[in-house]
């Protein structure tokens, strides 16, 4: 079973450009999650989508956004970058609707953004 | 909104000792505790969970304990191995605020 795969693995940015992050679940795992991981911190939550429905978005401004297609892969946008947004942003799948119950993580798309 | 605290941040241990890493939470709501090791370059692996109405749960030489009533719930790993080393990050699911909050982290050494 192919697990969770994002793409690009690196992106290069300058201030102010848009970033567009990408993620396939694992087959049969409906719900997706991203998480930004900055350097030496943890992981923060950043949205929840389920069935093409964001659920629901962690403490970050509106130009962090995303979708959800019908094949349950998802797209993590962010929009005029700024320095701060330099960091691993992570995908995670889940089978479950009602939370990240045994959710799987990608390997991520490490973001600089200069 | 919820709050998980992680301790130590950095543990090293010889090989075939054990390891214990604890974690606490303040929202009595949450219902579903994750352990995740991330090694270098990867992204976070599920290694054990716990759910609330459970008080302990093993998968051979990891373990999970949870107390309810004291919020906190802490990983043991036993004989442990140089393979172990890596970063531990222990969560908490509130399903009232249907987020997860991740602690900060524990890097384990395994000195062979």
């Known amino acids: 079973e192919a697990g969770v795969t994002q793409s690009p693995t690196h992106l290069i940015k300058t201030r102010g450009q848009q970033a567009t992050l990408r993620c396939s679940p694992i087959?049969?795992?409906?719900?997706v999650y991203w998480y930004q991981q900055a350097l030496g911190l943890g992981l923060q939550f950043l949205l929840w989508?389920?069935?093409?429905?964001?659920?629901n978005r962690g403490n970050f401004p509106p130009r962090f956004s995303g979708r959800q297609f019908p094949n349950y892969s998802s797209e993590l946008n962010v929009n005029a970058l700024e320095l701060e947004d330099s960091a691993l942003y992570l995908c995670?799948?889940?089978?479950?609707?009602?939370?990240?119950?045994?959710?799987?993580f990608g390997p991520g798309t490490r973001l600089t953004v200069t | 909104g919820e709050n998980v605290e992680q301790h130590p941040s950095t543990l090293s241990v010889q090989e075939g000792d054990s390891a214990v890493i604890k974690c606490t939470y303040s929202?009595?709501?949450?219902?579903?505790f994750p352990w995740y090791k991330q090694e270098l370059g990867k992204g976070p692996q599920l290694i054990i969970d716990?759910?609330?109405?459970?008080g302990e749960k093993k998968d051979q030489r990891i373990a999970v304990t949870l107390n309810k009533t004291a919020k906190h719930f802490s990983l043991h790993i036993t004989e442990t191995q140089p393979e172990d080393s890596a970063v531990y990050f222990c969560?908490?699911?509130?399903?009232?605020?249907?987020?997860?909050?991740f602690g900060t982290g524990t890097k384990l050494q395994v000195i062979p």
């Open positions: 995670a799948s889940s089978r479950s609707s009602s939370g990240p119950y045994e959710q799987y």
């Open positions: 989508y389920d069935e093409g429905e964001e659920r």
């Open positions: 087959s049969g795992h409906t719900s």
């Open positions: 716990i759910r609330s109405n459970v």
């Open positions: 969560a908490a699911y509130s399903g009232g605020y249907q987020k997860v909050t």
């Open positions: 929202d009595s709501a949450s219902n579903y």
